[in-house]
Nanobody
Framework: QVQLRESGGGLVQTGGSLRLTCEAS????????MAWFRRGPGKEREWVAT????????YYADSVKGRFTISRDNPKNTVYLQMNSLRPEDTAIYFC?????????????????????WGQGTQVTVSS
């Protein structure tokens, strides 16, 4: 069974940056893609960004567009989330997720049910 391991969370001041890393234990998602979700205090888990493994197409939630960048390293089976201009409302547990199946470009997978495997999460705290 594939495993996903996140790292890179921490405490940062408003306006600061962090880079999250998610390592997959194998190439299970090489035909699909990977994503980041987050769950803030007292909130539901929400989609943040997705990257299609083949072609590298990226997709973002409006709340992070222009501030966050998702990228991948194929040989390392690793996905990154570069987070800049962080705000207190970005405080959350960030989860990595993997999707096995290919999808049509216009049908971006943004729901939790679209993904097949999850990491344990990494805490990001942005102080004001």
């Amino acid at each position: 069974q594939v495993q996903l391991r996140e790292s890179g969370g921490g405490l940062v001041q408003t306006g600061g940056s962090l880079r999250l890393t998610c390592e997959a234990s194998d190439r299970t998602f090489s035909r699909g893609g990977m994503a980041w979700f987050r769950r803030g205090p007292g909130k539901e888990r929400e989609w943040v960004a997705t990257i299609r493994w083949s072609g590298g197409n990226t997709y973002y939630a409006d709340s992070v567009k222009g501030r966050f960048t998702i990228s991948r390293d194929n040989p390392k089976n690793t996905v990154y989330l570069q987070m800049n201009s962080l705000r207190p409302e970005d405080t959350a547990i960030y989860f990595c997720a993997g999707k096995v199946r290919y999808w049509i470009l216009s049908n971006v997978p943004t729901g939790e049910a679209d993904y097949d495997a999850w990491g344990q999460g990494t805490q990001v705290t942005v102080s004001s």
